[in-house]
């Protein structure tokens, strides 16, 4: 398990620094209705370390599959873009880490918007270890207009339920086009899958065990996969979901209720991976209830 010093960042838009005391006096949906054009992550800092460590990892896994085509990242309940920026930011310097392995720098600040709080390239050349290409796609009901501030990119205003019938955003944007005033978007039916939906500090949120079997079953559905950006170990996810949890350091499945996560800045990173949808160039085998392998695999012929 990687670890981190917690750091925070200024969140001047946020009513009360604690989220907890914010939705004890306000109620979740009446919180975020009140500060939805100045939201921002508190915990930015370990949203970015954590991104940049599971991006690090999936694309040295995956990269071989994936080949030329530009992968699709589904930012869920979005916020105010802190998971968009930091993949964005890694899109950006090639796959390089800003500082030391999995740890984010000290100085971002998340209440920046993209005129001033996006890192560009490294200031060294280095072998690029990410695609070309970056596809970006986000929803979130309450924060569109603090996210499109910030990214400069377009935000549905899908809620979890909308997502659970089978709605996605209909615009999805190449990461050149951030920093654009009108970002050339593709049509979001013209996209066959997703290859991750990251989900930062929401999931939890979702009122009932059923309607958060709704919408990863349907998830489970159109991407590959699942990564849970939480300040805790909830929400759980169970078996026959359509979901298998997965080691992202050792690169395999591992059991439901495994303690295979990594924490950077306080932050918990948790990935799961489709039984449903075949990663690119296999298919999915299921061997009974969360276990899958890919029919190529020379372990399982």
């Known amino acids: 398990m990687l670890g981190g010093r917690s750091h925070r960042v200024n969140t001047k838009g946020n009513l009360q620094q604690s989220m907890r005391a914010n939705y004890g006096e306000h109620g ?9 054009a100045s939201y921002r992550n508190p915990h930015f800092p370990g949203v970015r370390a954590c991104m940049f460590t599971w991006l690090e990892r999936w694309w040295a896994h995956e990269k071989t599959a994936i080949g030329p085509r530009s992968p699709l990242i589904f930012d869920m309940a979005c916020g105010a873009g802190e998971v968009t ?10 796959g390089v880490q800003p500082s030391k392995k999995g740890i984010a720098p000290q100085t971002c600040d998340s209440s920046s918007t993209k005129a001033d709080g ?35 990119l377009p935000c549905a205003p899908l809620t979890f339920r909308d997502i659970s019938e089978g709605l996605l955003p209909p615009n999805v944007s190449s990461t050149t086009t951030i920093g654009v005033s009108r970002a050339n978007d593709v049509q979001s039916s013209s996209i066959d ?15 009932s065990s059923s309607e958060l ?31 298998v949890k ?50 190529d695999d020379p372990m399982h012929k």
């Open 28 to 36: 979740v949906d009446n919180y975020y209705k009140q500060v939805g």
């Open 85 to 94: 920026v930091a993949a964005y930011e890694w899109w950006k310097r090639g």
């Open 118 to 152: 996006l890192e560009g390239e490294p200031s060294t050349p280095m072998v690029r270890q990410a695609p070309d290409g970056l596809l970006i796609t986000a929803a979130d009901p309450y924060t569109q207009v603090a996210y499109t501030e910030r990214t400069t």
């Open 193 to 207: 899958r997703i290859d991750m939906v990251v989900c930062s500090f929401a999931l939890h949120l979702v009122e």
């Open 213 to 243: 079997f709704a919408l990863l079953r349907e998830l489970s559905t159109k991407a590959v996969w699942l990564v849970v950006l939480a300040p805790h170990k909830k929400p759980e996810i169970k078996e026959g979901w359509g979901w």
């Open 246 to 295: 997965w080691d992202s350091e050792t690169w395999c499945e591992c059991g439901m209720h495994d303690r295979k996560e990594f924490i950077l800045e306080r932050v918990h990173c948790r990935v799961y991976r489709s039984i449903n949808v075949p990663d690119s160039g296999h298919e999915v085998v299921e061997r009974g209830t969360g276990e899958w392998f890919k029919q």
